[in-house]
């Protein structure tokens, strides 16, 4: 019997392997496809993900396989200047893309010792008060104490369970794709520039190895969106948009992809568990979907591990719906309102020159940007402290950075007064006595993965959540 199965090795299931992993637990993660994807449905990250890479000693990797560019003041393709105090020692976004980004979270999940099975099709499950069952394809079956659902949009496994997956269907639909063209590139350049002025889902541009990575909107909704457009059809809605096709030629792959806005209803049923977009799907807006789901991976991951390992208290996984639940309901509403400011039609248009006004103001644009970017969550711990429930960023030590103390994934306490202790829980949180001028508080308690549980200075006010989040002291 495996510790957890996890079903999808897209991003989120690949973190929430490696994640997992790094606290001990038996995982093997069920892909149904043979082969990585080449297909390239994300082009970066933005700073709560680089920062939780940052947290695990894996930043570096990424950095080396990517390109940093400014956050930019954008929303919906409104460009501003970038707002001047983003609460993030982060302050870009990597350009990476998405086989990358599997890629390398396989890598750091198989050092770790996950073992990723491709091939293998999930058709069935069942679970009682023991573990999951699941059927493959095969007839053979496994079973685990734990299942995770990381399997997209169209999960199995949520339709397995038998969730809801309420929301709003697609509206319009968008064709991309990599291919070469005949254009001369600052012909095209200049083309897009113009048709961009109005029509924002058009996007052409190079990506190397003499491909362009190119975005059309389509003629209509497609009633089955994982069929992908003929060549034909790309080349038909380039004409209609750009009035010509570029001497689009030699695709390498092509897809499409819709605005639809769903959340399941529920991320738990039991022992089985939903993440990514298995739990949440949205208009690629802003480029979230990727994050959003390797964020529901670290906040997962340790607290499945912990009740793995038999210390988690009675309700922390239930902390996990309670928590990203309300995140992605935020960015489904953020992602669904820019699709609107998008539109070519007038109504949206008027408002989309209201909105533009409203970010002039600074406030706003960094209200917006630290929302597409996940700086801004704070999660109820029912403490009041501005500090309680946000991330702490990497802050600067006497004698380090923050993150280059969370590699191992563990609970800790950043002491400035050298007073306290976690006597009873050294096996699970890491007691670090440093001095930070970035740290206006005496000692914080960090989670795993980076958000604060408490301030203060006195030693018995910490041991409740100690014993919240970390589970009973060991005598």
């Known amino acids: 019997m495996f510790d957890v199965i996890i079903v999808g090795a897209g991003p989120t ?71 001047a105090r983003l609460d993030t020692a982060h302050n870009y976004v990597l350009g990476i893309r998405q086989p990358v980004t599997d890629r390398l979270l396989a890598e750091w999940a198989v050092e770790v010792g996950a073992d990723i099975r491709r091939g293998i099709e999930v058709v069935g499950l069942s679970q ?7 059927e493959l394809a095969d007839g053979s079956r496994l079973r685990s104490r734990y299942l995770v659902g990381c399997d997209g949009g169209r999960s199995t496994v949520r339709r397995l369970l038998g969730i809801d997956f309420p929301g709003e269907p697609s509206s319009v639909d968008t064709l991309v794709g990599e291919m070469e063209v005949t254009a001369p590139h600052d012909e095209l350049t ?25 975005v059309v ?36 792959w092509l897809s499409r992809f819709g605005d639809a806005t769903r959340q399941a209803s529920r991320y738990r049923s039991g022992r089985a568990l939903l993440a990514g977009d298995a739990a949440h799907t949205h208009p690629p807006m802003g480029g979230q979907g990727l994050n959003l789901g390797v964020q529901d991976a670290f906040n997962l991951g340790w607290k499945l591990a912990a009740a793995v390992a038999g210390w988690a208290p009675l309700d922390l996984l239930d902390t996990y719906e309670a928590e990203r639940h309300p995140v992605a ?23 989309r020159r209201l909105f533009s006004e409203l970010m002039d103001f600074e ?3 960094q209200h917006l ?19 309680v429930g946000r991330r702490l960023r990497d802050i600067v030590l006497m004698r380090g950075r923050l993150f280059s103390l ?42 795993p993965d980076g958000h604060v549980v408490w301030v203060g200075e006195d030693q018995s006010s910490l041991l409740a959540p100690l014993a919240r989040w970390f589970g009973a002291a060991n005598a």
């Open 128 to 134: 009682d008060d023991d573990g999951v069952t699941v």
């Open 406 to 447: 969370m590699h191992a994934g563990r609970g800790l306490l950043l002491d400035q007064t050298g007073q306290l202790s976690v006597a009873g829980w050294a096996d699970r949180v890491d007691h670090v006595v440093d001095v930070s001028e970035e740290l206006d508080v005496p000692a914080a308690l960090l989670r």
């Open 363 to 365: 406030e706003v644009r």
């Open 217 to 252: 909107p389509a003629a209509g909704v497609a009633e089955d969106r994982s069929t992908p457009p003929t060549f034909e059809e790309f080349q038909q809605q380039l004409r209609v948009t750009a009035g010509t096709d570029f001497g689009a030629h030699s695709p390498r």
């Open 13 to 83: 299931g690949l973190a929430l392997a490696g994640e997992l992993r790094l606290h001990g637990a038996d995982v093997v993660v069920l892909e149904r496809d043979a082969e990585p994807t080449k297909v390239v449905r994300a082009l970066g990250m933005h700073a709560r993900t680089i920062e939780l890479l940052d947290q695990r000693g894996l930043l570096d990797r990424f950095l080396a396989a990517g390109t940093s560019h400014p956050v930019g003041g954008f929303f919906a393709g409104i460009q501003k200047p970038t707002p």
């Open 369 to 387: 940007i630290s929302k597409v970017i996940a700086i801004s969550i704070r999660y109820d711990f029912g403490d009041p402290h501005p500090l």
């Open 190 to 214: 200049l083309l897009m520039m113009e048709i961009r002025e109005t029509q924002k889902r058009f996007g052409i541009g190079p990506i190397g190895d003499g491909l362009y990575r190119v």
């Open 329 to 351: 309901a935020d960015v489904l509403t953020n992602t669904r309102a820019r699709m609107e400011l998008v539109s070519t039609e007038p109504g949206p248009q008027a408002v």
